[in-house]
């Protein structure tokens, strides 16, 4: 055409300047679709990132959440562990203390049914 000069323009015919100024708008309108494409890729990529570095937050706190459950559960069950010993121990010693008494009292009976023996 006759140049890129808007003053140019109007030394062309009107059919020519219709011209024109339909190859600028769609000159424009690719530009713009073209920077609308770009625009877009860029925020689907720094969507897709942010799942991503979502998602891994999220595992690692479900991680961190898990071993803080199982360290607790462990300590727990030490505790209840340490208290079952406590408790079989002092059932131990509650059992060998009957022991000694039930020894005792099938001493004295049959000493005393020897004693009786003897008297009679």
Known sequence: MAGDDPKSIVSLSPLDQIRFCEAEVTRRVAAAR????????????????????????????????????????????????????????????????RIDEAVRKVASIIVGLEADEENS
């Open 34 to 97: 073209q920077s609308a494409e770009e625009s877009l890729a860029g925020a689907r990529s720094e969507a897709a990132n942010l799942k991503k570095q979502a998602r891994e937050r999220g595992l690692q706190r479900g991680q961190a959440r898990y071993q803080e459950v199982i360290s607790k559960a462990e300590e727990n069950a030490q505790v209840i562990v340490g208290q079952a010993h406590r408790r079989s121990e002092e059932l131990s010693q509650r059992g060998r203390r």
